[in-house]
């Protein structure tokens, strides 16, 4: 994976391949849909600023690349200080309010959508039974720089190392 940390905004390559693979399939496939660049930095501010009420953040912390068919956004989330985009977490803040850490790196967000697992599902439910979703596995495989683990390890694994995020967001709401 490339480095693209500081304020780099060019999607890595795992991403921009990623918006050119993923499918919904009719409602069949994973409810995610990827951009192909990330949401510049004004519109991530003015996103941040609605969703928390606060109108004094700036969306610096987050690289937002995709969203549900709810309006959710799935972003990387800058807090590992120095170290480029695709070691920092994948998180996800829905349309209704529920967040979540879903990967601890890009790398780990490729195996739990090659599961047929979504931002969104990673979040909200406890089931995070594989359902290997078409050209996926194969994408993460040829991007990934983490072993492969079932997506309730990797899901798991994420929330145990950053089980501060919902304090974090909550702090930053008015």
Known sequence: MTDTSGDDRRLPPALAELA????YADGEGIDFEPYDAF???EATTEWLRQWTGNSEL??????????????????LWRVRTGRPLTEQPVVFLSSEGERGVVAGSLSD??????????PLESVLYDDHSPRPDGALPALAARHATTPRRPARTIISEARAEFPAFDEHI???CR
Do not use: K
């Open 20 to 23: 050119r693979t993923i499918d």
């Open 39 to 41: 949401d510049s930095a």
């Open 58 to 75: 700036d969306g610096d912390a987050f690289r937002v690349f995709g969203q549900d068919g709810t309006g959710g956004l799935a972003a």
């Open 109 to 118: 967000f490729l195996w739990v959508l090659a599961e047929g697992i979504g």
């Open 170 to 172: 909550d702090a930053l």
